[in-house]
């Protein structure tokens, strides 16, 4: 009877250790099916935008059409461009007859600007009316393309019709021109800015006229003075100061004459810079300055119109 009992009790032990036991573990590791990489946006990168060009670097320049480009089709033709602001652009155009017994044709410019171009109209001294587009070109140049609306019936002094390439009218086109770097200066002349005033001779012919222009550091003219002076002189001094009192600095300009054994005669010349930036030479007053000998040098000349008034 014992036995039973004991037999039981083992019996009843085991099946209790038995459901005590878990399960095996497999820690074999199942290989994780990988989700499709996704790849991290790139941030965009503009594209590239055209720098703003500078319109100041094509103003008051003389742009004269290029030989080269055209092979000198038709007669010469220039322009200027004395304001671009606000969208609208003003500046001159000249022509140039084929002969002195025709006078030049010129024309004022209006337009409007569309992007990096100019659409002009223009009616010149002669009755020809037109458009010019002007395309700002890098290097300095520009393309200008022509066109006639009206042409007048004296045709010798007619724009050019066509697409030409202009380039700034530069000190070294003009043919016999020497320097004289002793009379030539830079200088803040106001709206122009820091310019280069050039003092030079035309030594090409008989004559050697003296000459004086405003040059940017280039070179390329931004305005040429047209001086009404005597054949053969030297420069003797410039002088930039407010002569005239409106807080504008104009140029005084001392040569001597020594021309056909004149000897050293002193001759004095004043241009008087405007509101616009132009300069007007008085050849009134030029002369009322030389006849009262008040001309021998700058400070003289100077002393001497502090006591006008000047207009």
Request: contains cysteine.
């Given at each position: 009877?014992?036995?039973?009992?004991?037999?039981?009790?083992?019996?009843?032990?085991?099946?209790?250790?038995?459901?005590?036991?878990?399960?095996?573990?497999?820690?074999?590791?199942?290989?994780?099916?990988?989700?499709?990489?996704?790849?991290?946006?790139?941030?965009?990168?503009?594209?590239?935008?055209?720098?703003?060009?500078d319109y100041h670097q094509y103003l008051k320049k003389t742009w004269v059409k290029k030989n080269d480009a055209d092979k000198n089709f038709g007669n010469e033709v220039s322009?200027?461009?004395?304001?671009?602001?606000?969208?609208?652009?003003?500046?001159?155009?000249?022509?140039?007859?084929?002969?002195?017994?025709?006078?030049?044709?010129?024309?004022?410019?209006?337009?409007?600007?569309?992007?990096?171009?100019?659409?002009?109209?223009?009616?010149?001294?002669?009755?020809?009316?037109?458009?010019?587009?002007?395309?700002?070109?890098?290097?300095?140049?520009?393309?200008?393309?022509?066109?006639?609306?009206?042409?007048?019936?004296?045709?010798?002094?007619?724009?050019?019709?066509?697409?030409?390439?202009?380039?700034?009218?530069?000190?070294?086109?003009?043919?016999?021109?020497?320097?004289?770097?002793?009379?030539?200066?830079?200088?803040?002349?106001?709206?122009?800015?820091?310019?280069?005033?050039?003092?030079?001779?035309?030594?090409?012919?008989?004559?050697?006229?003296?000459?004086?222009?405003?040059?940017?550091?280039?070179?390329?003219?931004?305005?040429?003075?047209?001086?009404?002076?005597?054949?053969?002189?030297?420069?003797?001094?410039?002088?930039?100061?407010?002569?005239?009192?409106?807080?504008?600095?104009?140029?005084?300009?001392?040569?001597?004459?020594?021309?056909?054994?004149?000897?050293?005669?002193?001759?004095?010349?004043?241009?008087?810079?405007?509101?616009?930036?132009?300069?007007?030479?008085?050849?009134?007053?030029?002369?009322?300055?030389?006849?009262?000998?008040?001309?021998?040098?700058?400070?003289?000349?100077?002393?001497?119109?502090?006591?006008?008034?000047?207009?």
């Open positions: 009877m014992k036995s039973k009992i004991l037999l039981a009790a083992m019996l009843v032990a085991l099946i209790v250790a038995g459901c005590g036991k878990t399960a095996p573990t497999n820690n074999t590791q199942q290989p994780r099916e990988e989700s499709p990489a996704v790849e991290t946006a790139k941030p965009s990168v503009p594209a590239p935008t055209r720098e703003a060009i322009f200027s461009i004395s304001k671009i602001e606000n969208g609208k652009i003003t500046g001159e155009l000249m022509v140039v007859g084929p002969a002195p017994s025709y006078p030049n044709a010129s024309a004022n410019l209006n337009g409007i600007m569309i992007n990096d171009t100019a659409e002009c109209q223009f009616t010149d001294s002669r009755e020809n009316k037109g458009t010019i587009k002007l395309v700002f070109e890098p290097n300095n140049e520009m393309e200008a393309t022509i066109t006639l609306t009206k042409k007048a019936q004296d045709s010798k002094a007619q724009p050019p019709v066509g697409t030409f390439q202009f380039a700034p009218y530069n000190l070294k086109d003009i043919e016999g021109f020497s320097p004289i770097e002793n009379q030539s200066f830079m200088v803040d002349l106001n709206s122009w800015g820091k310019v280069k005033f050039v003092s030079g001779k035309l030594t090409g012919g008989s004559h050697i006229p003296a000459v004086f222009y405003l040059t940017d550091e280039n070179g390329d003219i931004l305005n040429n003075f047209q001086a009404t002076l005597p054949y053969m002189v030297d420069v003797k001094a410039v002088l930039f100061e407010d002569v005239s009192k409106d807080g504008l600095k104009d140029i005084i300009i001392i040569i001597d004459d020594g021309y056909a054994g004149q000897g050293d005669v002193p001759l004095a010349t004043v241009y008087f810079q405007k509101a616009d930036g132009s300069f007007a030479n008085d050849l009134k007053l030029d002369q009322e300055i030389n006849d009262s000998k008040n001309n021998n040098d700058v400070k003289t000349v100077k002393s001497y119109l502090a006591g006008k008034t000047i207009t």
